[in-house]
């Protein structure tokens, strides 16, 4: 469902992307692995319409994405988890999701999925009226993801679930992404936990220095030196 081909990326001088290809696959897992400033945040941006792409194609249910502006990538079925969450920290956890809501169109549309998200995020239902800075870092992540999901999204990127939290909360951001697989939502998945994402994903992609050094299925992969090789070394 999403296809990226030779996708790249400048920052002024800096090439950060040269030509990464790759697929998320209707109702699957794609993970993203590689080193600090392998490109990892700078591909998923670019599917998101947060970085300009200077050449290449990303391609979305056969609908070209480059040059859309952010929104509208969103409205077309794709929700995105930022790294480091960016709740807005000042607004309460209902406050969130409404500001997610209002993206939509229809508002008792908005309405039911804000409701559903209460039910699926227990705990954000009993803090929906706390300012969302003052939760932890796993339950703004809960709150990140819900918001995401505000969208109805077909295919989610997140960018790092796992990063910062304490083990036990990491198992269950892993536990609800594997939940959201369950239930057919495809995901392009950026971490650093390799063990959880070879667990999760279908299909492995690692960067190193902007470009694919290693790409196959997880099985492939969880079992080959390669993928330890490339990612430490990288
Ligand atoms: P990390 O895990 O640290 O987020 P990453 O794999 O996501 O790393 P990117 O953040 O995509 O990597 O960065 C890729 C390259 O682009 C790096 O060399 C980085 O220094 C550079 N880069 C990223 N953002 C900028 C920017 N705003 N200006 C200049 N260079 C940047």
Redesign the pocket.
């Known amino acids: 469902m999403l296809t990226v081909r030779g996708l790249d990326v400048h ?2 001088s ?1 090439h ?2 040269k030509g990464v290809d790759l697929e998320v696959a209707r109702g699957t897992v794609t993970a993203l692995l ?10 998923l941006m670019a599917v998101a319409g947060a970085r300009r792409a200077s050449g290449g194609a990303i391609e979305f249910e056969g609908r070209a994405l480059i040059g859309m502006r952010p929104e509208a990538i969103i409205r077309s079925g794709i929700g995105v988890v930022p ?1 480091g969450r960016r709740v807005f920290a000042s607004l309460t956890v209902e406050e969130n999701l409404r500001v997610a809501g209002s993206l939509h169109t229809d508002r008792a549309e908005a309405e039911r999925l804000r409701g559903a998200m209460m039910e699926r995020f227990p705990i954000l239902a009993e803090r929906r009226t706390q300012r969302a800075g003052l939760l932890s870092g796993g339950e703004q992540q809960m709150l990140a993801i819900a918001r995401a999901l505000m969208s109805a999204p077909r295919l989610l990127l997140l960018d ?1 679930p796992s990063l910062g939290l304490a083990p036990q909360m990491v198992d269950r951001v892993f536990d609800l992404i594997a939940e959201l697989k369950a239930e057919g939502l495809a995901m392009l998945l ?1 971490e ?1 936990n390799v063990p959880l994402s070879l667990e999760i994903a279908d299909r492995v992609v690692v ?1 190193a220095n ?1 470009r694919v050094s290693v790409a196959g299925t997880a099985e492939e992969l969880a079992g080959s030196d390669l993928i330890r090789g490339a990612y430490l070394a990288a």
């Open positions: 920052y002024g800096v950060a992307l590689g080193a600090n400033g392998a490109g990892k945040t700078s591909t790294e790092e950026v650093q960067l902007g």
